[in-house]
């Protein structure tokens, strides 16, 4: 069976070491031994992998030699295609993506901890294999996990708040403590649902001022009992909070997590500093308080679950979008400079 007469598909490529993709008539991928081919239906662009890929920042210019390459690492769609040695997976089931791959055989995967291994693949990102921003992507059968009735763009969004839920597993949070969040962006409102979800009693979420028109907003309408804008805070938010998720990756957030997280509390490290800039710590004064830091990178099985479960119930439209025909792709990376949306996508 052959997804068209042609055996061929469009792709958005990354062709060369400059600003820009382009779109290409490629090969359609087979499965091999132990994957799956998807009929992707959407794919995010993520603003610190191919939002800066597409634009050829500094921090991502190693690909140069690998080119071309096909990227996008968050997607959803339909099982297509079985390869050998596939059990459980039957084609037309809508499934989310893992793009991190263990090797499965380290002490790391061994725990459950594949985002970890010293050995791990990103699907889309790794130089090896290859990503979604086409119509079809072959993946590990491991890698799949079923979404049911839900959406292909809230697939997308699992990865995000999969992330966010792995952060309050891997904390000492508990329901009826306060959080704040920094960051509404993508993560950030995934740590702000993740929180809702868990039973935070109350939740401040702190942006920039860029953020006061839009997101903030948004993040109101998704839980949060306070927002603040970071340029209005002076020493600290006007409560320590119990747990503080970082989800900015950006030195004056992780300033205003250090002065607002209280005595014997918690700050969770997900937001990744790009670039060669580092982030000053006053360790001395989080030791004597008995702050903890918590570091979170990817997620585990049990993630997965529950974010599907509380996407299951939760109505997540408002962080969804906007989207955008693959055909438009420069729209949608324009889109995503100018900061319009939460989690944009692609649809092949």
Known sequence: ????????????????????????????????????????????????A???????????????????????????GTVDAIGPDV?????????????????????????GSFAICPDRRILGLDTELDGALAEYAVVPRETIYPIGSLSADEGVFLELLGLA???????????????????????????????VAGGASSITVAGTDADRGDRLPLARQLGATRTVVTDDVEDGLEEDVDVFIEAAGHPDAFSLAASSTRRGGEIVQIGIFHGAETVPVDLTRLVRRGVSITTVYGRRDSSWRRAIAIAGDTDLSPALGPSYPLEDYEDAFEATRQREGIKITLRP
């Not at 597409?54 to 991502?60: I, L, M, N, T």
């Not at 059990?87 to 725990?111: L, Q």
């Open 1 to 48: 069976m052959t997804p068209n007469a042609t055996d061929r598909m469009t792709a958005l490529v990354k062709t060369t070491p400059e600003p820009g993709m382009a779109l290409e008539s490629v090969p359609v991928p087979e499965p091999g031994p132990g994957e799956v081919r998807i009929r992707v239906e959407s794919v995010g662009i993520d603003g610190g």
């Open 50 to 76: 191919e939002a800066l890929i597409y634009d050829w920042h500094e921090s991502k210019r190693h690909y140069a030699d690998a080119l071309p390459q096909l990227f996008g690492h968050e997607f959803a």
């Open 87 to 111: 059990d459980g997976v039957a084609t037309g089931e809508r499934v989310a993506v893992e793009p991190i791959v263990g090797c499965g055989h380290c002490r790391c995967c061994r725990s």
């Open 165 to 195: 839920v792995r952060g309050i597993e891997r904390s000492g949070f508990e329901p009826g403590d306060s959080v704040a969040i920094t960051g509404p962006g993508p993560v950030g409102i995934g740590a702000l649902v993740a929180a």
